[in-house]
């Protein structure tokens, strides 16, 4: 794929939606729900993910792999994010994180660019190359406004896309 022919980045909303890069729109709760998801499973407290489980968004962390192209469809409701072992095949993988600091909602838009700016500062540093000069995309995972208000939201997740190409393994390092 040509870097010229890129899809923009688009921004997903942890509490309330999440915009996958093209088209795909999920609404996520962080709260209320009879049936919500459950942690992701892993090794230890914060380890890697053991076995592919649909895990509450909010428990999604640093160096989990996930099936993006799995998230569903348009318009679905989901409080979870399809993760995986990284030795698994997989699309996604969540390589970066900042946590916002307190302070008055900044809006969808801003929140947006602050997510993109740093998804992109990030980019290079995970994969080897500026994203410009790479065959992945990336997306990010943001606070909505009503989770920055009740829930205290400000954490940003930055996800590596392949576009529904199957990897096995972190990407990390990976320069393509």
Same mark, same amino acid.
């Given at each position: 794929?040509?870097? =010229?022919?890129?899809?923009?980045? =688009? =921004? ?9 890069? !093209? ?8 709260? !209320? ?17 053991? /076995? ?10 640093? #160096? ?10 348009? !318009?679905?409701?989901?409080?979870? @994010? ?16 900042? /946590?916002?600091?307190?302070?008055? &909602?900044?809006?969808?838009?801003? @929140? ?10 990030? &980019? ?17 995972? =943001?606070?909505?406004? /009503?989770?920055?208000?009740? @829930? ?11 576009? !529904?190409? @199957? ?5 990390? #390092?990976?320069?393509?």
């Amino acid at each position: 794929m040509l870097p =010229t022919t890129r899809r923009p980045s =688009t =921004t997903a909303r942890r509490a309330a939606a999440l915009a996958v890069p !093209g088209l795909l729109v999920l609404a996520l709760t962080g709260c !209320g729900a009879l049936d919500s998801p459950a942690e992701a499973p892993r090794e230890s407290p914060g380890g890697e993910v053991t /076995e592919a489980a649909d895990a509450d968004v909010f428990t999604v962390e640093v #160096g989990d792999c996930l099936n993006g192209s799995a998230v569903g469809e348009e !318009g679905a409701l989901t409080e979870s @994010l399809p993760v995986v072992p990284c030795s698994e095949p997989h699309d996604g993988e969540v390589y970066a994180e900042t /946590e916002l600091p307190a302070g008055e &909602f900044p809006g969808a838009d801003a @929140l947006q660019a602050q997510g993109d700016e740093f998804c992109a500062a990030q &980019f290079e540093t995970f994969v080897g190359i500026p994203y410009d000069d790479s065959v992945y995309y990336q997306w990010s995972l =943001t606070p909505t406004e /009503e989770g920055w208000a009740a @829930l205290d939201d400000r954490v940003v997740q930055c996800v590596l896309d392949t576009d !529904g190409e @199957l990897v096995t393994g972190s990407l990390q #390092g990976a320069a393509k």
